[in-house]
Structure formats: structure tokens, C-alpha cells
T-cell receptor, first 115, second 113 residues
Framework: ETGVTQSPTHLIKTRGQQVTLRCSSQ?????VSWYQQALGQGPQFIFQ???????GRGNFPPRFSGLQFPNYSSELNVNALELDDSALYLC??????????????FGPGTRLTVT | GDSVTQMEGPVTLSEEAFLTINCTYT??????LFWYVQYPGEGLQLLLK?????DKGSNKGFEATYRKETTSFHLEKGSVQVSDSAVYFC????????????FGQGTELSVKP
């Protein structure tokens, strides 16, 4: 069973640029959620994708957007980067509709630094 | 809105000491409750969970009981090891929100030999 993978591991961008982060869900999972974890804080929910549609969104501006592909992998896009966007971005996958649909499995994260 | 509050860290213990990390929550209805652990440089791992009141989640010697009357889900372990050093996150999920997790701020645990 393949776990959740994310790429890249680390990324450095300049304020105002755009970034795309990628996530491959665990085998058999159909739902992907994205979280932002600032240094020393707990993760904050950005949004979730189920069957290629956004299925819930946290308190993040529209410049945070995403996609889910037919193979259930996902992208997180952030436009017009700000210094406060520097964080660890975590992807989590789960199986919606199953008996344990509440269990989310996290990838190792992408560390984004905005300078 | 829903929220989770954890005791502040860092917590420093000697090996074989007893561990308690307090977690309380504010939520409507009956959320599911979780403890996640984050080792240095890694993502989050699910440690244990409880989905209804009075359930006890347990894994790797850690335990936590879902207390509806005190809205708490305290994490305990009878004898910690150096390898338990990590950051521990308490979280909740409303069953009608597709698994969206709301996390506490995390508690760093450091276990000394």
C-alpha cells in the first residue's frame, strides 16, 4: 500500500510569485484535504476535494486554489505569494463513504519559504 | 465555531515518567476526537481516536478517553520513552463535514534518558 506523497519537499519563492504543490493520495483513497501549518502552530484546514470537486473550505482567500485529478491526486496553487504564506503545507487523504471515512492519512509536507 | 485547546509546552520528562497532555474542545454535537503525533521533520501520524462519548482510544501505550461531560480528551501514557519525543496534536472532526480536522496548537514533548 502506497502512502501519501508530496512534492517538492522544500521550495523557496519570492513575494508576488505563484506556486504549485502536488500530492498523491494513498492507494484506494478518493478524498484529499490540504492544511497549512505555520511554525509552532497546529495545521489549519485550507480545503478538501472529493471526486474532483471542492468539498469544503477553510478561512483562506481565493488566491489559494486547488484541483483534484481523476486518479485522485491533487494540486494546491497559491497566487500572489505573501510572506505569511511561509509554512509547511500538508496533504491528507481519506476514503469518503467508508466505515472509517474520518481517518485522514498525512503526507510528509512541503516546506514553502517566501522571501 | 469549533475549537481545540491543548496544554502549552514544551513538556520535559525523564524516561519512564507518567505523561498527561490535556486537551479540551468546544463543539456542537458529537465530534470524533483524535491525537496525532509529529516527529521532527515529518508529517502527522494518527496516534489514536475515539468516535463517541466514553470511548477509549489506545495505541503504543498511549490512551485517551472521550469525556463528553468535561469536553476533554486527555492523552496519557504510563511510562514514556526517549523515542516518544515529538509534538502531539489533539484534533476534532465533525462527522458531517467530510473529515475536516480542527487542531489544537500542539504540545511538544521532550523525554530525557
Amino acid at each position: 500500500e502506497t502512502g501519501v506523497t508530496q512534492s517538492p519537499t522544500h521550495l523557496i519563492k519570492t513575494r508576488g510569485q505563484q506556486v504549485t504543490l502536488r500530492c498523491s493520495s494513498q492507494s484506494g483513497h478518493n478524498t484529499v484535504s490540504w492544511y497549512q501549518q505555520a511554525l509552532g502552530q497546529g495545521p489549519q484546514f485550507i480545503f478538501q476535494y472529493y471526486r474532483e470537486e471542492e468539498n469544503g473550505r477553510g478561512n483562506f482567500p481565493p488566491r489559494f486554489s486547488g484541483l483534484q485529478f481523476p486518479n485522485y491526486s491533487s494540486e494546491l496553487n497559491v497566487n500572489a505569494l505573501e510572506l505569511d504564506d511561509s509554512a509547511l503545507y500538508l496533504c491528507a487523504s481519506s476514503l469518503a463513504g467508508g466505515a472509517r471515512s474520518y481517518e485522514q492519512y498525512f503526507g510528509p509536507g512541503t516546506r514553502l519559504t517566501v522571501t | 465555531g469549533d475549537s481545540v485547546t491543548q496544554m502549552e509546552g514544551p513538556v520535559t520528562l525523564s524516561e519512564e515518567a507518567f505523561l498527561t497532555i490535556n486537551c479540551t474542545y468546544t463543539a456542537t454535537g458529537y465530534p470524533s476526537l483524535f491525537w496525532y503525533v509529529q516527529y521532527p521533520g515529518e508529517g502527522l501520524q494518527l496516534l489514536l481516536k475515539a468516535t463517541k462519548a466514553d470511548d477509549k482510544g489506545s495505541n503504543k501505550g498511549f490512551e485517551a478517553t472521550y469525556r463528553k461531560e468535561t469536553t476533554s480528551f486527555h492523552l496519557e501514557k504510563g511510562s514514556v520513552q526517549v523515542s516518544d519525543s515529538a509534538v502531539y496534536f489533539c484534533a476534532l472532526s465533525q462527522n458531517n463535514q467530510g473529515g475536516k480536522l480542527i487542531f489544537g496548537q500542539g504540545t511538544e514533548l521532550s523525554v530525557k534518558p
